[in-house]
């Protein structure tokens, strides 16, 4: 169902497999700012967090984790992961993503969940994808909603957040039948 090779290249990004040898250059952008991973669940502006959360990545065989980079600076700009891939179910979820403080704001994200999205609807046949985020996420709640995914509902105590915090955790999904219109409001086409 999932190319764990898949490479997607646009005009303006290169999203490609996570390396191990993203890792220095990824510290650059998640050290800028300690408070951005108050909502992750790995804080990634300490270099030993980052290196476990990017091995994870590597060597997970069941999540695609994937970065993303900036052709015009041919600069990393984040990360963003398919994972929790169902085939019986023809479901599968984008996550794990951040995108570095100085390319926040600019479209990069909701263009990476466009191009995601298209591969698993058109590609991978699914039926359904999810997202999800703390319930505090605000931001992301609010991109979330503007790109038209549907808000499912909040599963409580969910997970165990950095600074020994337990969040609320907020699904958001869009099924196949929905894909069309959605492609079709972001200009995604």
Not at 121 to 136: A, G, P, S
Request: net charge neutral; proline share 3%.
């Amino acid at each position: 169902m999932i190319d764990f090779s898949k490479e997607f290249k646009t005009d303006a990004l290169f999203i490609r497999p996570l390396r191990l040898e993203d890792t220095d250059e990824m510290f650059q952008l998640t050290s800028i700012d300690p408070d951005m991973w108050i909502y992750f669940t790995s804080d990634l502006s300490k270099k030993e967090d980052l290196n476990k959360w990017i091995n994870s990545g590597v060597n997970d065989s069941s999540r695609l984790a994937l970065t993303i980079v900036d052709l015009e600076k041919n600069k990393i700009i984040g990360s963003t992961s398919i994972g929790n891939i169902s085939i019986r179910d023809k479901r599968a979820e984008i996550g794990w993503t951040w995108i570095a403080k100085p390319y926040q704001g600019k479209g990069y994200n909701g263009r990476v969940k466009g191009y995601l999205l298209e591969y698993l609807f058109e590609e991978c046949h699914v039926e359904r994808v999810e997202l999800k985020t703390d319930v505090l996420n605000t931001p992301a709640r609010k991109a979330m909603l503007k790109i038209g995914l549907v808000e499912e509902g909040i599963l409580r105590n969910h997970t165990q957040m950095i600074r020994n915090r337990r969040r609320d955790t907020i699904f958001y999904s869009v099924l196949k039948e929905e894909w069309p219109e959605m492609k079709s409001k972001n200009n995604w086409i």
